[in-house]
Structure formats: structure tokens, C-alpha cells
């Protein structure tokens, strides 16, 4: 009986963990150490992802960041299947550019694209590969 119960939860354990699950931190570095981007992000429902973001360009001369009273910089819904879309809001001129991120459950990635630029001024990365 153990046996089974075991083989049960281990087979919906494995089905419940591909779900698309992003909330946490998320990190980059450039290859040559000189910018980092962080994401922080939590699910507001089924298809709906918020969060904040910082990035630190030029070995710390440049700073994008939200600040922890500030709301957030990211929204973006699930389009398909481990797809999301949204804006990103740069805290330098407040003005938005759009993203896009795909999921890859396997390798428990995170790639980020950015498709629109903010208007202004901003330090944000134009693509990345996150991991936790």
C-alpha cells in the first residue's frame, strides 16, 4: 500500500512540478562581469506574473532599479504554454518597454527578450538566460 501511494504522489509530484512556476529570484551576468539584471517575481493568478527588477550596467555606474515602495516594474500574462509577454518599466524615465520570456522547465530557465524599448534613458538588458 505504501508502495503505491508513494508511486501515486511521485507521479502527480512530477506533473505538478512542470507547471510553469517563475515566482522567485532570477539572475544574469554578462560574460564579462560588467552587468548584472535580477528579476524578483510572484504569480497574481493562473496567467498573470508580477514583479520587480535591478540592473547594475557598467560595473555599477549605471543603476535601473525599483525600489522596494515602488510598485512593480513587470507585469506579464502566460500567452502559450510556457510563453509570457508584457511591459517592463525602466525607473529612470518611468516609461515602458515590452518583453518577452520563455519558461524552459527542464533546464529551470528564464529567457528574457526585450522586443520594445523604454522611451529615454535605461539599463536594461536586451536579451539574458536567468537562473535561480
Not at 512540478?17 to 515566482?23: K, R
Not at 524578483?40 to 550596467?57: D, W
Not at 518611468?94 to 518583453?99: A, E, F, L, T
Request: aromatic content about 12%; some cysteine.
Amino acid at each position: 500500500m505504501k508502495l503505491k501511494l508513494c508511486l501515486i504522489f511521485a507521479v502527480f509530484g512530477s506533473c505538478f512540478m512542470s507547471a510553469q512556476d517563475l515566482e522567485g529570484s532570477w539572475r544574469w551576468t554578462s560574460p564579462d562581469g560588467s552587468k548584472q539584471f535580477e528579476i524578483q517575481l510572484e504569480q497574481i493568478n493562473e496567467k498573470e506574473y508580477r514583479g520587480k527588477h535591478c540592473a547594475v550596467f557598467d560595473n555599477g555606474e549605471q543603476i535601473d532599479c525599483k525600489s522596494e515602495s515602488d510598485t512593480f516594474s513587470i507585469v506579464m500574462l502566460e500567452i502559450t504554454d510556457g510563453n509570457f509577454a508584457g511591459t517592463i518599466e525602466s525607473s529612470y524615465q518611468r516609461s515602458q518597454g515590452k518583453i518577452k520570456m520563455q519558461y524552459h522547465t527542464q533546464q529551470d530557465l528564464l529567457h528574457f527578450n526585450l522586443t520594445k524599448n523604454p522611451e529615454g534613458v535605461f539599463y536594461l538588458p536586451t536579451e539574458a538566460i536567468l537562473t535561480r
